[in-house]
């Protein structure tokens, strides 16, 4: 519970009601209290830090001025959310977030009304607020929208492409641009240059902004000041963009300026039309070290609020690090190697390489469909593209990685980071559907590795094969294997046999072999390590078949349409009647939690797959009593 001796204000708010019924001088004092008991909170459970710090007077002022959830408040980018979530009636859960049964990491809508539309990935918050404005005020109902975009969700396309069909209807609705010059990593691009420059005119457009309140808009020296200002900031303010795709401009303002920002806000809040407020803010806001190294306090770990964040020493080596350093050696090896990110240089593992090879580094932004058309423009001209992507940020390029890429069977090599089970990130960051979604594409190799070595082995098969593949590899570590330093290639589909056994056959693809060995070595059971979902090793499958009882598949991939289910299309190809068991992800999305835990929810323990082969059967749990 909060200390209300510490949190007077704070501790009185149980919803946005409750904020609403204090004067606008107390404001500043509850975002004080807000940002304090955010960094408390924060470094005792961990969890995203420096964004949430940034919105802090933000999300104040908005849940004072608007009559949320009457008034739908739509947030992008979701880790800026702690603020909004603590305000809504989640204070005292605040801690739990991201862990089993606690809150979600991100909006959720079923986890609180004053959620409106989920959040994982970027740049959906312009889109979602527009339907919802047109959807109430074709119905006569003029409640207010927001949209609050932010944290380099600007740079994506589909911002765009929702700001120009909402210049087009003109809806009542306002986008809140938290403008604070970074995503994960710095912003990039040519809209962020832009918006420095817009910073750079803040005095014109303090004067701007004050000549408009001063003149009547219906006069004709409002109309001919409306006029004046279209020509003045075509040659001076960059926020032309933005008023020619139909929003009207207010801004910049001080984001962390409450009586700026409030004064700013109820000037904007019943404009007729869309309108854009530009704000500015810093991440990281009231705590130096955040302030003072934004990517290193993105995301963190508990710790003491005194002394900042401790790094770890250096552990198992992770498979995002087996990329990197992969990156680096085959970039030496071979100067058509290309690397591209979509904003997600420390994630994906591309800091050394942006260092080392600058001219070779290209980092889009968020523009996941942009990345991979960008990397088949390059392989178009021989060059040797390598797209560096999550798992679930890929699925928002699926059309490009078909058509653009699969299509014209280009070489362009995908590292699929964080495939499979990611746990605390939640159901929006999981992995779940890599292996289904790529696996039914012509021309595509798709590979899944069991361990560090095989990892960098399977990047060179990739990156020298002649057309379109990918390597699927999970977060976190891997089981600690002597990685080679060759640049050494895999025979494109085979398997390997790891044990040779009785009555069943376990094949195991990526990340699943571990536990598959453990119950291979019980159940005296043959254990492969598939090493490519496709093309699949049919030879060693149809083997398998004739000299096995039945097979069973383990993947951390939803079972449907995945490796085990390639499996099945195999032995039906050749007509060939096999009991088979599918041991991978069910049919659903799965909670957050750590990834020990989400597996176990997804019945991908060690315990529960040997429950579910010795149901499935039950003559072995015979033969291993009778042995025992």
Avoid at 372 to 394: H, N, Q, R, W
Avoid at 451 to 468: I, V, W, Y
Wanted: net charge negative.
């Amino acid at each position: 519970m909060i200390d209300a001796a510490r949190y007077p204000l704070l501790a009185r708010i149980e919803s946005p009601a409750d904020l609403r019924q204090l004067s606008e001088a107390q404001l500043q004092d509850v975002a004080d209290e807000l940002r304090a008991y955010l960094i408390e909170s924060v470094a005792s459970s961990g969890g995203h830090f420096g964004a949430g710090l940034g919105v802090v007077e933000l999300t104040v002022a908005l849940h004072w001025l608007f009559d949320t959830p009457h008034d739908r408040l739509v947030w992008d980018v979701g880790h800026q959310c702690y603020p909004h979530k603590i305000l809504t009636g989640r204070r005292d859960r605040i801690t739990t977030i991201k862990k089993k049964d606690g809150l979600a990491p991100f909006p959720r809508r079923e986890e609180s009304e004053y959620d409106t539309f989920g959040v994982g990935h970027s740049s959906t918050s312009i889109s979602a607020a527009l339907g919802m404005a047109i959807a109430n005020q074709r119905r006569g109902d003029m409640r207010k929208i927001v949209a609050v975009i932010g944290d380099g969700a600007m740079t994506a396309g589909m911002a765009f492409e929702a700001m120009n069909h909402g210049g087009d209807v003109e809806p009542e609705m306002l986008v809140v641009l938290n403008d604070n010059g970074m995503s994960i990593s710095e912003n990039v691009g040519a809209l962020t240059k832009m918006l420095a420059r817009l910073l750079a005119n803040r005095t014109l457009n303090s004067w701007r902004e004050r000549a408009k309140r001063a003149i009547p808009r219906q006069s004709f020296m409002g109309r001919f000041f409306k006029r004046w200002e279209e020509h003045a900031k075509g040659m001076f303010m960059p926020s032309t963009l933005f008023e020619e795709l139909g929003f009207h401009y207010t801004g910049p303002i001080d984001g962390h300026d409450m009586d700026a920002l409030v004064a700013a806000m109820k000037t904007v809040k019943d404009l007729p039309g869309p309108q854009l407020l530009h704000v500015i803010t810093t991440k990281g806001k009231g705590y130096a070290p955040a302030e003072n190294a934004q990517i290193d306090y993105h995301a963190v770990g508990p710790f003491d609020p005194q002394a900042g964040v401790v790094k770890k020493a250096a552990g198992k080596i992770t498979y995002t690090q087996v990329f990197g350093d992969w990156l680096c050696d085959m970039a030496a090896a071979d100067e058509r190697l290309y690397g591209i990110t979509p904003a997600m240089r420390e994630g994906s593992g591309l800091v050394r390489f942006s260092r080392e090879y600058p001219q070779r580094y290209f980092d889009v932004a968020i523009a996941e469909q942009h990345a991979v058309t960008l990397a088949a423009g390059m392989a178009c001209e021989d060059a040797k593209p390598v797209v560096a992507i999550y798992s679930t940020f890929l699925q928002r390029a699926y059309d490009q990685a078909i058509h653009d890429v699969a299509l014209q069977n280009l070489d362009v090599l995908f590292a699929v980071d964080r495939g499979g089970v990611v746990g605390p990130d939640g159901d929006t960051h999981s992995g779940s559907f890599d292996l289904s979604y790529l696996r039914c594409l012509p021309n595509m190799v798709v590979m899944a590795p069991a361990d560090e070595n095989e990892c960098r082995a399977m990047l060179s098969t990739g990156f020298k094969h002649q057309g379109p593949a990918a390597v699927r590899y999970p977060r976190g570590n891997g089981p600690g294997v002597v990685i080679h330093a060759d640049l050494e290639t895999l025979p494109i589909g085979k398997a390997e046999l790891r044990r040779r056994g009785h009555g069943l056959a376990l094949l195991s693809f990526g990340a699943m072999l571990a536990p598959a060995a453990e119950l291979a070595a019980e159940l005296d059971a043959t254990l492969v390590n598939m090493r490519f979902v496709k093309p699949l090793d049919e030879a060693m499958i149809l083997e398998l078949a004739k000299t096995h009882e039945a097979i069973v598949t383990f993947e951390d991939n939803a079972v449907a349409g995945g490796a085990g289910s390639g499996v099945a299309e195999c032995l039906a190809a050749h007509g060939i009647v096999l009991p088979i068991l599918h041991l991978g992800l069910p049919d659903k999305f799965l909670e957050h939690g750590s990834r020990e835990e989400v597996l176990s929810m997804a019945g991908l323990d060690l315990p529960s797959m040997r429950r579910a082969i010795l149901a499935r059967f039950p003559q072995l749990a015979q033969r291993t009593t009778a042995n025992g």
